[in-house]
């Protein structure tokens, strides 16, 4: 963790040209609706949770090439996560996967996560897998499988996730399905859904009544003909025959090529069925590129939804919960994700300076180009300077990267943890 006296030491050279850059966009046009000091208190505000399968090298089946520092134990991805929390001041929360998180020193994880000014958002388990020593296979699902046995094995193991995120005040189980099928005819398709609905809804009732459940859909991968829960349709109808605490998940990168990704979460926020994110980019499909990297203007259009529908009355208020989902193949873990949630920070701060009552007046009037003009308007703005400015007024670095690199962090890292220390995760 950077201590506040090496941050300002970090920061001091690059302060008087921060300033000028902020000072002019606070004085420029684009901000003339707004107050600069509420758009930069929002992003203060603003907390992306940190998977904890994410701070290792990924890679793909043909291969994995490691950075070393990985950490190895769930002690050590808290502290990995309190270096991008020290850094960015938006990183307060870190997602588990059991079962590669089994906590094991409850008071322990407590004091540290403590000390790093962190908490447990979600915890999410794995049926997509097989265990060693588990009794019963997933090779043909795991919730929707034609076997009683398997589901109740499928069904325990969440209810497990559950007990372990108690025990660090989680809030939250989020379910992903590998469950599917390659061809057609392998699975009987409805009552698939249906024993899915009957086993989440099991789980449901095994959760305190404070938790929160995410259903997360997919269209394609690792089952490639079908897939139990392939769209953001198909998971809200088994949230609402579940219960109002079931919400659905968007990924990001689990969408076919041009989906209005926007709209899904315009619908959802209506039906108040939006529990959260998980953010990552993706150019082909589920390949977890840096958040933001190749189609920033659908990430702002997405916030863009959500400013949005934060204002409506008539939208149902909402606890979203914003969690990054990514694997990093060729970057050091912790600089994408210091990325990632720069650019998430990025896009929100433009939907913030989006010109909502000009905008409501031009599609009330059918004024396309007026309406297309204002976003572009936001989108096109250079908003680096707020941003860099919560992180400053929060207590970080004005440049989170440059300060990780200046530190030498993964060279730290990999001194203490060794060269090839390899962390759990896919
Ligand atoms: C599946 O592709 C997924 O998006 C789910 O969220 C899993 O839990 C996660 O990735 C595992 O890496
Ligand atoms: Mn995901």
């Not at 941050?7 to 004085?27: K, M, R, S, T, Y």
């Not at 046009?29 to 904890?52: G, H, M, T, W």
């Not at 920070?345 to 007026?370: G, W």
Request: a negative charge; one cysteine or more; proline letters at 4%.
């Amino acid at each position: 963790m950077f201590s506040d006296q090496r941050l300002a030491d970090l920061n001091q050279p690059l302060l008087a040209e921060h300033q000028l850059h902020f000072q002019h966009l606070a004085d420029s046009p684009r901000l003339r609706y707004q107050d600069v000091q509420a758009v930069v208190q929002k992003l203060i505000e603003f907390q992306v949770a940190i998977p904890s399968w994410a701070l290792g090298t990924g890679g793909t089946r043909f291969g994995r090439f490691a950075l070393g520092g990985e950490p190895r134990t769930l002690e050590e991805k808290i502290g990995d996560v309190g270096i991008l929390q020290s850094l960015n001041r938006s990183s307060n929360s870190i997602s588990l996967h059991i079962p590669w998180d089994i906590p094991q020193d409850i008071a322990g994880l407590q004091q540290l996560l403590k000390q790093q000014g962190l908490v447990i958002d979600s915890v999410n388990s794995n049926t997509f897998q097989d265990q060693k020593d588990q009794p019963q296979s997933y090779k043909f699902g795991s919730l929707s499988h034609t076997e009683k046995a398997v589901r109740e094995q499928a069904i325990q193991h969440n209810i497990d996730c559950v007990r372990y995120g108690e025990q660090l005040d989680a809030k939250t189980l989020t379910v992903w399905l590998a469950d599917g099928s390659n061809f057609p005819g392998q699975q009987h398709l409805r009552r698939a859904f249906l024993r899915t609905q009957e086993s989440l809804a099991a789980i449901y009732e095994a959760m305190p009544t404070d938790w929160t459940m995410l259903v997360e859909y997919k269209p394609y991968e690792p089952n490639f003909y079908s897939m139990v829960i392939p769209d953001w349709g198909t998971s809200l109808a088994l949230c609402q025959a579940i219960g109002a605490n079931a919400q659905v998940l968007v990924d990001l990168g689990h969408h076919l090529p041009n989906t209005n990704i926007e709209q899904i979460v315009g619908r959802l926020r209506q039906f108040g069925r939006l529990g959260g994110f998980h953010f990552n980019g993706s150019m082909y499909g589920d390949d977890d590129l840096t958040t933001g990297s190749t189609k920033p203007f659908q990430l702002f259009l997405i916030f863009n939804e959500l400013v949005d529908s934060a204002l409506d009355q008539t939208v149902p208020a909402a606890a979203v919960a914003y969690m990054i989902d990514a694997s990093h193949n060729v970057k050091d873990p912790l600089e994408d994700l210091l990325q990632s949630v720069e650019n998430i920070l990025s896009a929100y701060a433009k939907a913030l300076l989006v010109d909502r009552n000009a905008l409501n007046e031009a599609q009330e009037s059918n004024d396309v180009v007026r309406a297309e003009e204002i976003l572009r308007d936001a989108f096109l703005s250079d908003v680096r300077p707020l941003v860099a400015e919560a992180y400053r007024q929060s207590g970080g670095a004005l440049n989170p990267i440059a300060a990780y690199r200046a530190e030498g962090v993964r060279e730290q890292l990999i001194h203490q943890r060794g060269k090839h220390s390899v962390s759990t995760g896919l």
